[in-house]
């Protein structure tokens, strides 16, 4: 197997040293590894060709986002197989190691491997991820059945950081779709999920950086109504209504309905910002779903009340949102 490491970087020059770090302690090294710099400004290019010269090749590009990084080092990239790290995570010694055994010992039809992860910088995230997911394994390593109906479950176990996939099937795909900010991976592991087979490694052999004060600029792209999440999703389902595997299948359905919650989402956002033109055009998107005017009505007032009701009782929160950040650390 020829394996390029490939991390995208936006602005975090003392993580990605460590993430660099961890890829070269590897018990099985990889081929290559490509740092694609996101148009940092805070000297991260040079930094790492001055501490790891030719061992880390640095591709540079302008600001577009850890989409456009990923691909750009896709597309750059010398192995056959890619294993993808955010700047800001660490793989332990043996991460690499056993996903070659596991693969080796599944055969060909493996194109995708990933390992359970646990996080860190967050006390109150006790559980790895596939503890979480409620992803239950008996084995050291074994195929995952159907990844499609686990992603639309919202219970993927698997984290990028954790991925090793074979080029060509990224290729295929198109790669990861840079209009979206947020749900990138999701959108390219459930693509992924028909074209080839997934298997899983038991133990976590990842670290996840779920240090509270990152997790507020993600947090405030929800929280602030950010209408980029709202077109990232409907980029996303509504792409993958068109998909020639999930048209007519036991997926159409759960995907038309995440789809239609969207629009009412962003509908009731704009409402709320007295952007009532704007809302007027999801109420559009709407009816192209079948959805009439009393419908559409009837469903926003049912769910505003709900959510009054779930908030009834609930304590204020003592957090802060900060500013949020854009570029290829918004993932």
């Not at 493996?110 to 084995?139: A, H, V, W, Y």
Request: neutral net charge; aromatic residues 8%; glycine residues 8%.
């Amino acid at each position: 197997m020829n394996v390029t490491a490939l991390i995208p970087n936006y602005n975090r020059c003392a993580q990605v040293t460590r993430a660099i770090d961890s890829v070269l302690a590897q018990t099985a090294p990889v081929d290559e590894i490509v740092v694609v710099d996101d148009g940092s400004t805070d000297g991260s290019a040079d930094a790492i060709q001055a501490r790891y010269g030719s061992r880390v090749r640095v591709l540079q590009q302008k600001n577009a986002g850890v989409s456009a990084a990923r691909n750009y080092g896709i597309r750059e990239a010398g192995g056959d197989w890619i294993a993808l790290l955010d700047s800001d995570d660490l793989w332990l010694p043996t991460k690499m190691e056993r996903q070659f055994e596991a693969l080796a010992a599944l055969g060909d039809g493996f194109g995708l491997c990933f390992t359970d992860n646990i996080f860190t910088g967050n006390p109150e995230m006790k559980l790895s991820r596939f503890q979480e997911t409620g992803f239950e394994c008996i084995s050291r390593f074994g195929p995952l059945d159907n990844p499609a109906k686990l992603i639309l479950a919202e219970r993927e176990p698997f984290f990028t950081s954790s991925i090793l996939v074979r080029r060509s099937a990224l290729s295929e795909i198109g790669g990861f779709d840079s209009k979206m900010v947020v749900r990138e991976d999701t959108d390219v592991m459930f693509r992924l999920s028909f074209k080839i087979k997934f298997c899983f490694i038991s133990d976590p052999l990842v670290e996840i950086d779920r240090d509270p004060t990152r997790e507020i600029g993600l947090c405030n792209l929800f929280a602030l109504r950010d209408e980029r999440v709202y077109r990232s999703l409907q980029t996303m389902w509504a792409k993958w209504l068109l998909m020639p595997e999930v048209a007519g299948s036991e997926y159409e359905g759960i995907v038309r309905e995440k789809l239609r919650a969207i629009y009412y989402d962003s509908a009731e956002a704009k409402i709320h910002a007295l952007r009532l033109q704007a809302a007027l055009g999801e109420f559009s998107r709407l009816r192209a779903m079948g959805d009439g005017y009393g419908s559409i009505f009837k469903n926003l007032i049912s769910r505003k009340i709900a959510k009054l009701r779930s908030q009834r009782g609930r304590p204020k929160s003592a957090v802060t949102m900060k500013p949020i950040e854009t570029g290829s650390d918004l993932h």
